[in-house]
């Protein structure tokens, strides 16, 4: 009986471990080879992957999906609402509309790659259109950044901060 035990447990332990690494279902599977499930995924959503708004949040401009987050906590106006969801839904339509370029150039790449159908001017084009396409993405989200801390009051910026570093 007492030698059963240790089977028993290192049973369960792979169990645990085999059920926790399931992917996620909701998950796409990536077109791309240079993208992961989930870096693919993040750009079809707009979601952030690469701390772009990093930058302009450890100087005291936030994204403004998190100010709207806390508005009631921060006694937000309504026109600091309106003006502030105005600037997040557009951002989060430029994050998606990017992340569909970024993708779009991947496949392109890898197609050429795989089909050894390109030169040194078509990797300079694709390279260099790649970092356009980040550069672009990070430019929008620091810009939204800028704007939403345009819009609050200093000590509004103090208190999402404190909120932020609670949760």
Do not use: W
């Not at 959503?45 to 930058?55: A, I, N, S, T």
């Not at 936030?62 to 906590?73: N, S």
């Not at 040194?120 to 550069?135: E, H, Q």
């Not at 509004?156 to 404190?162: D, G, M, N, P």
């Amino acid at each position: 009986m007492l030698k059963s035990i240790p089977v028993l447990i290192i049973s369960l332990i792979f169990y645990g471990t085999l059920h926790a690494q399931q992917p996620d279902s909701t998950l796409k599977k990536s077109t791309v080879k240079s993208l992961t499930d989930k870096q693919y995924n993040a750009l079809l959503k707009g979601e952030d992957l690469y701390g772009m708004p990093l930058v302009a949040e450890l100087n005291h401009f936030p994204m403004p999906d998190k100010v709207i987050k806390y508005k009631k906590e921060l006694d937000l106006s309504p026109v600091q609402i309106t003006k502030i969801s105005v600037i997040a839904t557009e951002l989060h339509r430029k994050r998606v509309e990017m992340g569909g370029f970024i993708i779009t150039n991947e496949e392109t790449l890898d197609k050429l790659f795989r089909k050894q159908s390109l030169n040194n001017g078509d990797v300079i084009f694709y390279a260099n259109r790649s970092g356009l396409y980040y550069g672009e993405l990070r430019n929008a989200i620091l810009q939204a950044c800028l704007s939403t801390g345009d819009l609050l009051a200093p000590q509004q910026i103090k208190k999402l901060e404190t909120l932020q570093n609670r949760n």
